[in-house]
Structures are given as C-alpha cells and as structure tokens.
C-alpha cells in the first residue's frame, strides 16, 4: 500500500461545478499537510496547507479527517484555469518524511 | 526570471554517461533538494542540503550524488546514467523545514536510452 493515496483520475467537470478529491494516508504519526497544483509539464506549486480545523481560500476549501486519515479538497465554481494535477502531500515528523502522491488530475470543460 | 533555474531543461544520454544538471536560485534560501518525478509516482527526494556544509540522503539517493558549490546553486550528477534513471527532475527551495513551502524549479527532462 502506497504511504500517500491518491485517484488518478483524470475527473472531468464542466465549468462552475463543484469537484471534491481525497488523499488517503498510511502513517498516522503524520503532521502536516499541502495540496499542491502541478500544471502540465511544469513544476508543482503550493496550493493551501491543511490544518486541523480545515481551511478555506477562495472557492477552495481543504479539510483534515485524522480518525479517518484522509485529506480533501473542494473547488467550487470550477474555472478552466482550475484544470491541473493536484498533489497531495503529507509530512511526518516522526521519521522526517515528506511524502508525495501521484496526483489527481482535473479537467474542467466549457 | 524564475527564482529557482534548473539546467538543462530537456538532456537525452547514453548509458553510463556521467551527467549534471544545475540548479540556481536567487531566494536566498539556505535549504535545497533534488527530487525525482516519474508517472504514476509522486515526487521522490533524492538528496537534500539545508546549508553549503551539509548534505542528507534522501529516499532514492543511490545512483546520484550532489554538490552544494554556493548558497545559492546545488548540482545533481549521474556518474554513470542508466535508463531507468530516465525521469523529471526537480530542485527546489525551502526557507525552513521540509514542512514548509517548497519553490521548484522548472524541471529537467532526462531521457537515458
């Protein structure tokens, strides 16, 4: 089992939707958490930390479920320029890890 | 300018040719990484350096070696490349922690055939 879990995708959504993705993960000795967005062939830049108590920029909300060990993300009213691979990322202080997932990819459509 | 630039940006080799890729970058960060990427993966840390005298093996260090020459600049070799070291190849930058926002670079292509 992978440490960071995360669908694949791709998730197709029209525009002005609301989309939702988790993350799943393994060590539940972990401590912080990102989303990053990674737009096609470029580098991954840092979307929102997630806190305990959720947190929410925009039209985009992250939430924590520690009992259930997973992260989410909801985007609403969904943008073209939404349309990227979001990578889950998970730090753990404990054994000083920071761990990747593979990403979801989100496509939105006119 | 980008504030973390990583050279070359696409490199085809042959295996077991010795290559570098470079990485620069004017944020005055002290902490530095190299991270691989391949699909279906998530990104892999190949090494790390949180001052010019300190170097750490990250989780997929073996094949690579790094040189921290300055500050500001952190270089990656292959000493002798092979094919399934065909990858992305990201640096990055930290001002803290690996807890902390990380500013990539824009990646090199590396293709060992």
Redesign the interface.
């Known amino acids: 089992r992978k440490e ?1 879990e995360q669908d ?1 995708g791709p998730f197709n959504v029209p525009e002005g939707a609301t989309v939702a993705f988790n993350c799943t993960y393994s060590n539940s000795a972990s ?2 958490f990102f989303w990053y967005r990674q737009d096609c ?6 979307l929102m930390s997630v806190y305990s108590s959720g947190n929410e920029d925009g039209r985009f909300t992250a939430q924590l479920n520690r009992a259930s060990q997973y992260i989410s993300l909801l985007i609403r009213d969904s943008k073209l320029s939404d349309s990227a691979t979001y ?1 889950c990322v998970v ?1 753990s ?1 404990s054994n ?8 979801t990819k989100l496509i939105i459509k006119p | 300018d980008a504030d973390v630039t990583q050279t070359p940006r696409n490199r085809i080799t042959k295996t077991g040719k010795r290559i570098m890729l470079e990485c620069s970058q004017t944020k005055g960060h002290d902490r530095m990484y190299w991270y691989r990427q391949d699909p ?6 190949i090494y790390y350096s949180f001052d010019v005298k300190d170097i750490n093996k990250g ?1 997929i260090s073996d094949g690579y070696s790094v040189s921290r020459q300055a500050q500001a600049k952190f270089s990656l070799s292959l000493e002798s490349a092979i094919p399934n070291q065909t990858a992305l190849y ?1 640096c990055a930058t930290s001002d803290g922690d ?2 902390t ?2 500013f ?4 090199t292509r590396l293709t060992v055939v």
């Not at chain 1, 062939?41 to 840092?46: M, N, S, T």
């Not at chain 1, 000083?96 to 990403?103: E, F, T, V």
């Open positions: 960071v694949p401590q912080s062939r470029k580098e991954p830049k840092l990578l730090f202080d000083y890890q920071l761990i990747w997932g593979a990403g | 279906g993966l998530g990104l892999r840390l989780e990201f690996l807890n926002e990380a990539f670079g824009q990646g």
